[in-house]
């Protein structure tokens, strides 16, 4: 006997149908990425589809443990929260290097904006 004689069919198909979601989140921001035309560009499908297919993948864990264990398990939800904070930083991150080597090779990209008040504004 396995775990899975245990599991109730509405949970089977609720998790497969969430990993099934979340793979179709992975090929969608693939498939953004190939369109995409410069680096830029590419960077936001896979931010947006790798956030999205980790959280149902979360859910789908969730579902999963707690259909087995008859009580809430919702540790995995660690998982997508930390991706959601730290996501947005590293894009972030990766925008403001490739920004700064397509400046250091004199490419034409937006001017720098100064921290700096200017002296005309107060």
Known sequence: M??????PLWAEILVAVLLVISSLFALIGAVGMLRMKDFFQRM?????ASTLGAWCVA???I???SALKSSPVIHAWLIPVLLSI???????????AALFRKRMAGDDVP????????ESGS
């Open 2 to 7: 396995n775990a899975m004689d245990n599991l």
């Open 86 to 96: 730290t996501m947005p930083v590293t894009t972030l991150l990766l925008a403001r």
């Open 111 to 118: 001017a720098e904006v100064s921290s700096r008040r200017t």
């Open 59 to 61: 859910l789908a864990s």
């Open 44 to 48: 936001h499908p896979p931010a947006l």
């Open 63 to 65: 579902i999963y443990f």
